[in-house]
């Protein structure tokens, strides 16, 4: 397999330093709100696994990892329904970026019992930095996924 063509950030450099700004103040808010890094890692990794974008599961992963994540929690992303590794405010994170990822698959895409799930566990803040978050991977991976960048590639 090879990309299609670059990567579209490396071509308009402006959006990839925008969006690097963007990932550092989401961050930095989850930071001041009380979001884990961790939950954030993890919430990336499954709106990128849905996806199909192998770019963001690696970075993810490794980054969760790098944050203290074990392999065993990394490997039941995919299946944290089922999984018990995951803390309640975890699941309701990956809940709503499962919800806010499939935006599509149903016409009440993010309904009111994850909302609120996530709304118990994270105050206004957080929650917008979640949603930020995840809208961000989401766009990250439709950059990633078209031109069919390729994961432990360096963009061309």
């Not at 884990?36 to 990794?45: G, N, V």
Request: one cysteine or more; aromatic letters at 6%.
């Amino acid at each position: 397999m090879q990309s299609r063509m670059n990567s579209p950030v490396t071509i308009v450099p402006e959006a990839s330093q925008a969006l690097q700004a963007l990932g550092k103040a989401l961050f930095a808010s989850a930071e001041q709100s009380g979001v884990p890094s961790r939950t954030l890692f993890l919430a990336y990794l499954r709106a990128s696994q849905i996806n199909g974008d192998s770019v963001c599961v690696e970075l993810h992963s490794r980054n969760a990892a790098a944050a203290g994540e074990t392999a065993e929690r990394l490997a039941a992303v995919a299946a944290w329904r089922e999984s018990t590794n995951f803390t309640g405010a975890e699941r309701a994170a990956l809940a709503l970026s499962e919800a806010a990822t499939r935006l599509s698959d149903r016409t009440d895409p993010v309904p009111d019992e994850v909302y609120d799930e996530a709304a118990r566990h994270y105050d206004e803040q957080a929650l917008a930095t979640l949603i930020a978050g995840i809208a961000t991977v989401n766009l990250w991976n439709r950059l990633n996924v078209p031109t069919r960048q390729i994961a432990g590639v360096a963009a061309r």
